[in-house]
């Protein structure tokens, strides 16, 4: 089992400061279709989650089976978004050691809409199996198996746009839908690396 979540002293700003500024949008806009050149259509091809791996970018298609999580939803305004997730990072922790579940995979978040005044998030920690007590503020999920668009993205969390930005334009070049909310999963722990270029957080985009 991992020890204390790191979520709980690291700043989730990164995800929502000035998500809809000119500055941000023009970068976006800049990240050229030409960054795809290298992707070739046999990245369609579908894998299994045994096949994951951690190259950089866009790794293709994952049939990605059911996770048993322990979770917490919630929703605010942007603003306030960072310390709330932080505070249920810290709830889950706390839940784990009170019903003594093991961790079972790097902690993630799922985002529900882009609504500023009221964003929908969960906040996720696979566990390895059913506990056999009840959590006392969050629950016991099992997200639904997927086909999942995969991403390895590394870097400060301060450009996780550029990442949606090129797998927005994945999807168009190969007609891919999304079909479901997206989740992220932080595998790097800031806490012990501190050269933010090698943090790796993976997007798992569901699709039809």
């Given amino acids: 089992m991992r020890s204390q979540l790191f979520f709980i002293s690291v700043s989730f700003c990164f995800l929502f400061s000035s998500c809809n500024s000119n500055e941000k949008n ?4 800049a990240v050229k279709s030409d960054s795809l050149s ?32 322990i979770t917490k939803m919630d929703s605010t305004s942007m603003s306030k978004v960072a310390s709330l997730l932080a505070k249920n990072y810290g709830i889950l922790q706390k839940d784990i050691d009170f019903i ?10 799922i985002y529900y809409n882009n609504d500023t005044s009221n964003f929908i998030f969960e906040c996720v920690i696979p566990i390895s199996k059913m506990p056999t007590v009840q ?28 990442a949606y930005a090129e797998i927005k334009q994945y ?7 999304q079909s479901g909310p997206l989740r992220e999963f932080y595998i790097t722990d800031p806490t012990n690396v501190k050269d933010s270029t090698q943090w790796l957080t993976r997007i798992m985009l569901p699709v039809k």
């Fill in 171 to 177: 999807c168009s070049k190969y007609n891919i839908e």
């Fill in 100 to 109: 003594k579940a093991e961790i079972n995979g790097s902690a993630g978040a």
């Fill in 26 to 29: 023009e970068e976006i806009n």
């Fill in 38 to 69: 290298s992707i070739e259509p046999k990245h369609l091809a579908i894998k299994t989650t045994e096949q994951l791996t951690d190259a950089k970018g866009i790794i293709g298609l994952f049939d990605v089976p059911e996770m048993l999580t």
């Fill in 135 to 162: 959590p006392k503020k969050s629950q016991v999920v099992v997200l639904e198996a997927s086909r999942m668009l995969v991403y390895n993205y590394y870097g400060p969390y301060t450009h996780l746009f550029t």
